[in-house]
């Protein structure tokens, strides 16, 4: 059901508002546990061994798929794909929801220690499009891998259980301030600026950069690594804390990363109901999208189709004239978050065109920016099937676009897949505070993602 500028709570019976909130806490529990690319890997393919998937490479030794069976490819434990082998051979078009695990964050440096001021300090690389001046003054986590000269990796995670240290950035005294407040927002605070404060005690004993010295000291008992591994290390810094509700009513969720763990996380429940399906039926994990899909595990790679080569080859469609069939008639729901419209900007949005929060899933048949620059414009045709898969599942949806058209806009991995022949159409949740270091979401926009995947998924 189409509800323009309605409250979907109000469509909702007890029974249904329940299992909104219980949606909500396993979600909520996805995202704590999810707070990088690669966690959000092992929390996906964790759970998809519960229910059941099997290793692509388990697959293929055995040398035979058949319909029903579930599959997961992990790409470098950085990206996911998830198959349930339908009735109809792959060549015959697959159903595809196609989401990101990569969130805007700050990266350390190659070299990132030193010290200064009495500090110790960490340089970092923010990633993505991010407003600098957010990332200070906020309690910080730090995640992620190094490896050390034995060549074992080491998972590093600080700041986020109850008993652990915080990392800090921090930001101008307002009485000092006055050269500052005289720049634009954007050069209030500069990527060099965001430097984080690990320590200020010295080593005793230590006549050389002894604070500096103490805190790789403290890193080492603890993880065993020494400074050059931060050389062979992926580590990131991102808000720590848990997913919080928020609203006297609990109706809304402020976390890191809804952009995009909610739709990651709506098509990982949705395909999970599937069984047995017709069509060979996929869930996308990518990562790199936030910074234009590029490199070996971003959805620009060549990942996802060698991994369906390999499982047409057990179908005995091994030429390039049937992988090229498969993608043509694949049908895909770019799963990915748009701008819902906020009553403390309005001037950025045209209201009559603008996703409201609590109002549904958003189909954008468009984004880009300026003139659809960049975007995926879905075909009306494919348009009118979703819209009747979701009218049979009683999914309410809305539509939406990023934005008046002179403001700006923004990209999807929708276009990627398009350009393989597929018809693809953006299909996401509605959000506040995108690329925030929290974010903010309505926990029935969430439920109907879910719901709207999975009508996807099962018509």
Same mark, same amino acid.
């Given at each position: ?25 396993? %979600? ?6 999810? +707070? ?16 059941? %998937? ?15 069976? !579930?599959?997961?490819?992990?790409? !470098? ?9 339908? +009735? ?11 989401? /990101? ?10 070299? *990132? $220690? ?8 960490? +340089? ?14 906020? *309690?910080?986590?730090? /995640? ?20 652990? *240290? ?8 307002? /009485? $000092? ?53 931060? /050389?062979?290390?992926? @580590? ?5 804390? !848990? ?27 949705? @395909? ?11 869930? @996308?994990?990518? #990562? ?14 060549? &990942? &996802? ?34 701008? =819902? ?8 949005? #045209? !209201? ?24 995926? #414009? ?13 009218? +049979? ?12 058209? #002179?403001?700006? =806009? ?26 925030? *270091?929290?974010?903010? $979401? ?7 993602? %879910? ?5 996807? %998924?099962?018509?």
């Amino acid at each position: 059901m189409l509800r323009e500028e309605k409250n979907v709570w109000k469509e909702l019976d007890e029974t249904q508002t329940k299992e909104v909130f219980e949606f909500a806490e396993d %979600y909520k529990d996805f995202l704590n546990n999810s +707070k990088t690319e690669r966690e959000c890997t092992e929390e996906i393919i964790k759970r998809a061994k519960e229910k059941g %998937y099997k290793s692509i490479k388990e697959v293929l030794e055995s040398g035979s798929i058949n319909s029903g069976d !579930k599959i997961y490819a992990n790409n !470098k434990g950085k990206g996911v794909a998830l198959f349930v082998i339908g +009735k109809e051979k792959i060549e015959q078009g697959m159903k595809i929801v196609g989401s /990101h695990m990569d969130a805007p964050r700050l990266d350390l440096k190659p070299n *990132p $220690l030193y010290e200064d001021g009495n500090l110790a300090m960490f +340089k970092t690389h923010y990633y993505g499009g991010v407003k600098k001046y957010q990332w200070v003054a906020l *309690p910080l986590a730090l /995640h992620g891998v190094a490896f050390n000269k034995a060549g074992e990796k080491v998972n590093l995670v600080i700041g986020e259980d109850e008993n652990d *240290p915080v990392l800090y950035i921090t930001d101008l005294l307002p /009485h $000092l301030a006055k050269d500052q407040m005289q720049k634009k927002l954007e050069e209030g605070i500069v990527g060099e600026d965001l430097n984080v404060i690990i320590g200020s005690i010295p080593f005793k004993g230590e006549e050389k950069e002894a604070i500096k010295y103490n805190a790789m000291r403290l890193l080492n008992e603890k993880y065993g690594i020494v400074e050059e591994d931060f /050389h062979v290390s992926e @580590i990131e810094i991102v808000p720590s804390g !848990k997913a919080r509700d928020v609203g006297l009513d609990r109706s809304l969720v402020a976390s890191h990363g809804h952009d995009d763990r909610v739709c990651a996380y709506s098509s990982l429940r949705a @395909i999970f109901d599937v069984e047995n399906p017709t069509f060979t039926t996929v869930a @996308i994990f990518v #990562d790199k999208e936030e910074v234009g899909s590029m490199g070996n595990t971003g959805m620009q790679s060549l &990942f &996802f189709e060698s991994q369906v080569a390999e499982l047409m080859n057990l179908q005995n469609s091994q030429s390039l004239v049937a992988h090229m069939r498969a993608m043509g008639r694949s049908k895909v729901l770019s799963g990915d978050v748009t701008a =819902g419209f906020d009553p403390n900007f309005p001037e950025v949005l #045209d !209201k009559r065109n603008a996703a409201m929060i609590g109002g549904g899933v958003v189909l954008s048949k468009y984004t880009g920016s300026r003139g659809k620059g960049g975007s995926n #414009d879905a075909n009306a045709e494919f348009l009118a099937e979703v819209r009747k898969s979701f009218e +049979k599942e009683n999914v309410i949806w809305q539509v939406g676009e990023l934005g008046k058209v #002179d403001q700006g =806009g923004g990209g999807t991995i929708a276009y990627i897949l398009a350009n393989r022949g597929a018809e693809v159409v953006d299909c996401g949740t509605p959000m506040l505070s995108m690329h925030a *270091p929290i974010e903010l $979401l309505s926990k029935v926009d969430l439920y109907m993602t %879910y719901r709207a995947y999975r009508a996807f %998924y099962n018509n």
